[in-house]
T-cell receptor
Framework: SQQGEEDPQALSIQEGENATMNCSYK?????LQWYRQNSGRGLVHLIL?????REKHSGRLRVTLDTSKKSSSLLITASRAADTASYFC????????????FGTGTKLQVIP | NAGVMQNPRHLVRRRGQEARLRCSPM?????VYWYRQLPEEGLKFMVY????????ESGMPKERFSAEFPKEGPSILRIQQVVRGDSAAYFC???????????????FGPGTRLTVL
């Protein structure tokens, strides 16, 4: 079964608004990562947050991690049309190597 | 530093033919992962390889699928006797040596889109 489940499945907002996507997972993790995928393209790594971190920033991105709730959120502030993409969270197992499990993704559409 | 390279980008095969997908990891990376993505779905892990070794193939179908990462040259994902259900995007990722304490970032290639007619 999927480890990560993103919520919502699809999100449509106006340019300039903030977009928040959530990810829930089932088992304990070492790290959680967020990726972006433009339509028909490969994945681009956005940010990695370790299990002992609660919040991380990178430019317009803010990621939080709540290991007690087994959930993470990705906030994109001041969205742009170029942010239109699918966003996936990915978790590694705690088994000591990098088997990464992806969720089903959130499709974000930013309307100019 | 060139990123992860995959070829071909698009591959069309008829049912019963063989598909060979190639992945060249980033320079200095010795870990390769293959994922499959069906339309409108997330990526599903298939196999994790280091040079000349398969570490975890738990996500790979037992029949018709095989993967290798030789000492020299790219990693190859081979699908024999393809069926329509094999149509998907296949992504390769690479990472450097695992850092102590867990994970390092995986860098993804652009993918190979396989279409089985």
């Amino acid at each position: 079964s999927q480890q990560g489940e993103e919520d919502p499945q699809a999100l449509s907002i106006q340019e300039g608004e903030n977009a928040t996507m959530n990810c829930s997972y089932k088992t304990s993790i070492n790290n959680l990562q967020w990726y972006r995928q433009n339509s028909g393209r490969g994945l681009v790594h956005l940010i990695l947050i370790r299990s002992n971190e609660r919040e991380k920033h990178s430019g317009r991105l803010r990621v939080t991690l709540d290991t007690s709730k087994k959930s993470s959120s990705l906030l994109i502030t001041a969205s742009r049309a170029a942010d239109t993409a699918s966003y996936f969270c990915a978790t590694d197992g705690s088994g000591g190597y990098q088997k990464v499990t992806f969720g089903t993704g959130t499709k974000l559409q930013v309307i100019p | 530093n060139a990123g992860v390279m995959q070829n071909p980008r698009h591959l069309v095969r008829r049912r019963g033919q063989e598909a060979r997908l190639r992945c060249s990891p980033m320079k200095g990376h010795s870990h390769v992962y293959w994922y499959r993505q069906l339309p409108e779905e997330g990526l599903k892990f298939m196999v994790y390889l280091q040079k000349e070794n398969i570490i975890d193939e738990s996500g790979m179908p037992k029949e018709r699928f095989s993967a290798e990462f030789p000492k020299e040259g790219p990693s190859i994902l081979r699908i024999q006797q393809v069926v329509r259900g094999d149509s998907a995007a296949y992504f390769c990722a690479s990472s450097p040596e695992i850092q102590r304490g867990g994970q390092d970032t995986q860098y993804f290639g652009p993918g190979t889109r396989l279409t089985v007619l």
